[in-house]
């Protein structure tokens, strides 16, 4: 596998499960990223990790609950969602944070609420 | 903080015609700008970034961009485009996020380029 990697591709869940994505990066970066895409609306981002320590929170509701537990593997846990969770969820990578370093992105999961 | 508009939210062109994709950020401080393009059931790639130096900055696949700091534009051009390079493009500029600067994206163009 080169680059990053994400699975499942897709998921359908019900309100009630609980499911999680998977990210992992094969580029021994030290930054990784969970971005939200949303039809017709810009790409928001969620939660940024940096040496697996989180460092930034956009204001997410609790639903989502990020995991680092090395530099390579970035989970998000999903609970209870909603139908507007719907959306496709990409995993980024970069060398460090800051935006002078090139994020590398994942194919992405699209998750579907129902 | 930041915002970015792409002003057309889909661009149809004949192939070998030039294009121009618009992008528009709202604020003249010190930025920097990229352009990522995403392919059907595929992440995002960064095609070109303007960080510092010259106002064109070239990109890969004959993508080329120039930064004009007091229009707060950076619109992407290509002279002659390909079927190949249907897909959504992507406008980004940094902006003070708690542990630095991060990218903030505008909502994208799709480009289809017909035969």
């Known amino acids: 596998e080169t680059g990053v990697t994400q699975t499942p591709r897709h998921l359908v869940m019900g309100m009630t499960n609980k499911k999680s994505l998977k990210c992992e990066q094969h580029?021994?970066?030290?930054?990784m990223y969970w971005y939200k895409q949303s039809a017709k609306k810009p790409l928001e981002l969620m939660f940024v990790?940096?040496?697996?320590?989180?460092?930034e929170n956009n204001s997410v509701p609790s639903r989502f609950s990020p995991e680092c537990p090395n530099s390579s593997h970035l989970f998000l846990h999903l609970h209870t969602l909603q139908p507007e969770d719907s959306a496709l969820y990409l995993c980024?990578?970069?060398?460090?944070?800051?935006?002078?370093?090139?994020?590398?992105f994942g194919p992405g999961t699209r998750l579907t609420v129902t | 903080a930041q915002s970015v508009t792409q002003l057309d939210s889909q661009v149809p062109v004949f192939e070998e015609a030039p294009v121009e994709l618009r992008c528009n950020y709202s604020?003249?401080?010190?930025?920097?700008l990229f352009w990522y393009v995403q392919y059907p059931n595929q992440g995002l790639q960064l095609l070109l970034k303007?960080?510092?130096?010259?106002?064109l900055v070239k990109g890969i696949n004959g993508f080329e961009a120039e930064f004009n700091k007091s229009q707060t534009s950076f619109h992407l051009r290509k002279p002659s485009v390909h079927i190949s390079d249907t897909a959504e493009y992507f406008c980004?500029?940094?902006?003070?996020?708690?542990?630095?600067?991060?990218?903030?994206f505008g909502a994208g163009t799709i480009l289809r380029v017909k035969s």
């Open positions: 980024a990578s970069s060398q460090e944070t800051g935006v002078n370093y090139e994020q590398y």
């Open positions: 580029l021994g970066h030290n930054a």
């Open positions: 990790y940096s040496l697996e320590e989180r460092v």
């Open positions: 604020s003249s401080v010190s930025v920097y």
């Open positions: 303007y960080l510092s130096g010259s106002t």
């Open positions: 980004a500029v940094s902006d003070r996020g708690e542990y630095g600067n991060k990218l903030v």
